[in-house]
Structure formats: C-alpha cells, structure tokens
C-alpha cells in the first residue's frame, strides 16, 4: 500500500461535501446507534465532606457512517484509517453530575478516530472525571458508597441517536488502578430515557446509568481511630477503681472526656454535615463522652463523701445503701473493729478458759504487745459504718454500673456494624 492511496482515499471522502456537523446517514429518519463500553482506569479519589468522586476513565464509541465507506480494492486494500477527532462527526455527548463549571467536552481535537472501510468508527476518549456522590454516613468507617452518573447526549434525542452497552455487559474495570483507601466492588450499567421539557415540547433523551459500588478499605481507620475509641472507653470505666488519696479521679475522667470531644472533632473534619443520616460511630462517641462527662459529676460527689467529716451522723438510708452495694456484704454485728492507737507489733493470742462449777466454755480475745496495750479491740453489737466508707460503696456500683453500659455500647456497635456487611 503506497501513500498514494491513502490520499486519494482521504480527498474521496472528505473532499466530497463531507460535513462533520451532519449526522453521517444516508437517510435523515434512520436512528445512529452508538455502542458504549467503560474501562475504568482509577479511582482516584472519594471526597466524604465534599460529596465528590474523582476517577480517570476511557470510554469507547462504536457507531457506523454511512459516509465513509469505500471498496477497499480501489485503493490497495486499505482497510482502516485513522481521522482527526476535528475532522469527523463525533456524537454530542456528555455527563451529568458533573463538576466542572461548563459541559464536559469529550476528546480533543488532534485525538485520532479508527475507520475502517465497512464505515464502522471507534472512538476512544479519554476522561478524568469529577462527580457528585451522595455518601451515607451510617456505617462510617466500615461504610459501602454507590455512586451513579449518566452519558446523555445533549441535544439529540431518541429519533436521532440512540445509546447502547456494548456487548451483554458495557464495562471492563478489571484492571483498574487499585486505590489505597476504596475498592471497586462492581460497576453496572443500564440504558435509561429521560424527558426534557422546552415550552409545550418535550423530546426523550437516550442515556446510560453507571453504578459505582465502592467498598472502603477500613484497617488504617481500625488501627488508627476505632481501637483507640475502644481502648478509652475501657478506660472510662476504671475512673472509681482509683482510691479517693490518689487525687487523680478527677483529673482522669476530665481527659478522657477531652479526649473524645477531640476524636468527634476529628470526624467532623472527615464527614459531611448532613442530618440525612446519622453515623453510628458518631453516635457511640457522643455516649461515651456523655458517659465521661457523667463520671466526673459522680467522681466530685463521691468525693465529697469520702472527706466529709465522720462527726456527721449517718442516716440509716446510707447504712443501707453501704450494705448493699459495698461489694462485700458490709460489716455485720458482732464483726471486730479494730481502732489503731500505736504502731507497736500487735500479737494475737486465742485461748479457752473454763467457768467455775457450770462446766460452761468461754473463748476470749487477747491482744498482748511488747511493754504496752497497742491495740483495743472492740466486740461491738452494731457495725461502725463511716462516710468514707459510703463513698467506697458508691465507687463499687458506680464502677460496675459503667462497665456494663460501656459493654453494651461497643457490643451494640460492632453488632450493627457486622450486620452492614
């Protein structure tokens, strides 16, 4: 095949009133099928705050003009030539959702169209597209997105030009670039009409519907945000395990309580602010952090008991309360209460003794030190029960009491969690 030929054959077709401005059919009612496949290049970015999905596709059109077929034996069997994008009819199509301040124009003018000689054209433009995704928030970060934009031409309706899948299924995202933070689960098309509305005129627009499933890639978030949230909340519990002489009760539970206010201040920068849907682990943070804020109350209360003066009469309500939630059954009668006076060893020596005539037996208690009585000890018929005491009692239950709800909170969680999987 000489140059020649392709010259001639190029003068032949376009140098006969070829207008790339014209729907390339011999007869102006028959409808331009154009075939649509998706390669999807990249993921290059889903943007939560923003509601924006970033990706680089190709798309490939296949359609046929009547206009530029030939008898490959007239020019040295040349099958196929390659046209500038400017010099050919290209269909007017375009994508919604899209974020750019114009219509998107697809190609360019020096990008080469493949034609072979049956007048079958194969246009394969390229795109880096930025669209609007609306994301749910719920599952947040364990979520699954479905992104969509639709490929319409923008002034052609369906006696014109018609849109179609090529092949049973129009796109091929196998070997896409794999992105670090999502993953292409699936990418469906389906054909789909829409109505346009010019005065008392309406014209039906044919288009494509693509799917996007997106599966975000959760490990990093695991690792760096969901472990710690859970180590915390562990922690939070421990606030009345410290003893009251610590001076640290306080001082924990206010951290703590800082450090979730933080990590919600985190997820505000990450998602979008919508009331559409509620993020679960959102909402775990603002218990748990309720649950701080509640502990620090509790913690100055029980503190306020445990220095509050033992001259103050106790009410039988607290003795009652100490009873039952002490954590040891409280002090019953006749249990010994041992008043320290001196720092002397302290030995204790058990003996029998036998009264008189009546053959009856009597245990003592003898409290023996080195040159002096170091000890005394007390056979009381009711058990001496101090505020401080009360205090130790409000600290066991209060501690119980917060490991269960925090227990049902993180259980509750990854219940819910598991279940959107």
Not at 372 to 401: K, N, P, Q
Request: glycine share 4%; hydrophobic share 45%.
């Amino acid at each position: 095949m000489s140059k020649i030929a392709f010259y001639k054959l190029h003068s032949d077709l376009f140098g006969t009133g070829y207008n790339r401005n014209v729907r390339p059919t011999l007869d102006s009612s028959q409808i331009t099928v154009v075939n649509v496949q998706l390669n999807v290049v990249s993921l290059r970015d889903v943007d939560m705050k923003e509601q924006q999905m970033k990706m680089m596709v190709l798309l490939e059109f296949q359609w046929t003009d009547e206009l530029l077929q030939w008898q490959t034996h007239n020019y040295e069997q040349v099958e196929t030539i390659f046209i500038p994008q400017k010099q050919i009819w290209v269909p007017d199509l375009t994508v919604d959702q899209y974020l750019g301040e114009t219509y998107l124009k697809m190609g360019d003018d020096s990008l080469l169209l493949k034609v072979v000689s049956e007048g079958k054209v194969k246009w394969s433009p390229g795109l880096t597209l930025q669209t609007s995704c609306v994301v749910n928030i719920m599952y947040y970060p364990f979520d699954q997105q479905v992104c969509d934009w639709k490929l319409y031409p923008l002034m052609s309706d369906t006696r014109q030009l018609v849109l179609q899948p090529l092949g049973v299924d129009g796109v091929y995202g196998q070997g896409a670039q794999q992105n670090a933070e999502w993953e292409i689960v699936s990418v469906v098309d389906e054909t789909c009409d829409f109505n346009i509305s010019s005065g008392s005129k309406s014209d039906t627009m044919s288009c494509i519907r693509y799917s996007f499933t997106l599966q975000r890639r959760s490990i990093f978030l695991s690792l760096a945000l969901v472990t710690p949230t859970l180590l915390l909340a562990l922690l939070s519990a421990l606030v009345f395990s410290l003893p009251a002489e610590s001076g640290e009760k306080v001082s924990l539970g206010m951290t703590l309580m800082l450090t979730f206010i933080f990590l919600l201040s985190i997820l505000m920068e990450v998602l979008p602010r919508s009331s559409l849907q509620t993020s679960i682990f959102m909402v775990y943070l603002v218990l748990l952090c309720a649950c701080s804020a509640l502990s620090v109350i509790l913690t100055v209360l029980v503190l306020s008991l445990h220095h509050r003066s033992d001259s103050l009469p106790l009410p039988k309500s607290a003795r009652f309360f100490f009873q039952l939630f002490s954590g040891r059954g409280g002090l019953k009668k006749g249990d010994l209460v041992l008043r320290k006076t001196s720092v002397a060893p302290v030995v204790f020596v058990k003996e029998s003794c036998e009264k008189g005539s009546a053959g009856k037996h009597d245990t003592r208690d003898e409290i023996v030190g080195n040159d002096r009585l170091e000890e005394v000890v007390e056979r009381s018929g009711s058990a001496e029960i101090t505020w401080r005491d009360v205090a130790a009692a409000c600290d066991y239950l209060f501690s119980r009491l917060f490991l269960v709800v925090i227990i049902l909170a993180t259980a509750s969680f990854f219940v819910i969690m598991t279940w959107s999987q």
